[in-house]
């Protein structure tokens, strides 16, 4: 689903840990109802820029606007309340509580609250698997069921933007492949994600737009169908 309007701005953020300055002018631009890629190696910032739209890091510098509304320096559950959810790197969940009980967890917001049976019926329908292991302890899961979880909790918001960190590390190539099939059904629906994949070819693929970091900074983008692998991986490294 594609449409003009810039669902999210972030505008040359700045983002320091006490003296280590780990995103420098950070700049990129998400339209609605399409799928960004935010590619890099280890240490690039990629979570750290989540964090920061996600309201649990401080820009020092620079503005991020959401549905024109500037939400820099807006706490993380005024965020979640304007509809931009985060699954967290390596599909983290409450292993002690249940299935069901960490997709509730995800609703606590006042207009979710009230929708929590049909948005259960939706990640139960997108995620089968959820509901048959709805009462057993989410430590129990496999690591793509918990990686299906992460998403599920995350839809629970009822979100109009989701940050996926991570998408497929640590998990078996059938399960990959099977979140992204699910990731293009709830796109589809009319849900924006920007996503965080190690795997060049398969960030190119999945998204309409990609963009590049290096060192805290924004070293490449553009449309994921111009962008030649080859220039991307150079990116990456720095070369
Ligand atoms: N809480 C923190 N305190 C201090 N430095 C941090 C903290 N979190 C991250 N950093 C540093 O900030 C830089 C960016 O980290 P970040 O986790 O955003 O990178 P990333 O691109 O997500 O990496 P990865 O691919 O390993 O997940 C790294 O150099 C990291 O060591
Ligand atoms: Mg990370």
């Known amino acids: ?83 931009i959810s985060m699954v967290p790197e390596g599909g983290r969940v409450f292993p002690g509580l249940s299935v069901l009980e960490n997709l509730i967890i995800g609703s ?5 609250r009230k929708k929590k049976t049909k948005l259960l019926r939706r990640t139960y329908d997108l995620f089968p698997i959820l ?15 918990r990686q299906m979880l992460a998403i599920g909790r995350a839809l629970m918001s009822d979100p109009k933007l989701i940050l996926f960190d991570e998408v497929s590390l640590g998990l078996a190539p059938l399960v990959v492949k099977d979140i992204y099939k699910q990731i293009e059904a709830i796109n589809q629906e009319g849900t924006t994600f920007v996503l965080v994949e190690q795997d060049v070819r398969r960030s190119l693929r999945a998204s309409e737009m990609s963009y590049v970091m290096l060192a805290g900074e924004i070293v490449l983008s553009g449309k994921s169908s111009e962008l030649s692998e080859e220039s991307v991986r150079k990116a990456y490294f720095g070369i």
Not at 108 to 112: F, R
Request: aromatic share 4%; hydrophobic share 40%.
């Open 1 to 83: 689903m594609t449409s003009n309007n810039v669902l999210l701005k972030v505008e040359g953020i700045d983002v320091s840990y006490g003296d280590f300055q780990a995103l420098r002018k950070v700049k990129l631009e998400v339209k609605e109802g399409t799928v960004v890629s935010v590619i890099g190696a280890n240490g690039a910032g990629k979570s750290t820029l989540f964090q920061a739209i996600s309201g649990l890091q401080k820009p020092s510098e620079g503005k991020i606007s959401f549905m024109n509304n500037d939400i820099t320096g807006c706490l993380a559950h005024e965020i979640v309340a304007q509809g």
């Open 131 to 145: 509901l048959e292991k709805a009462n057993q302890l989410a430590g129990n899961l496999s690591g793509g069921q």
């Open 108 to 112: 606590y917001t006042k207009d979710a």
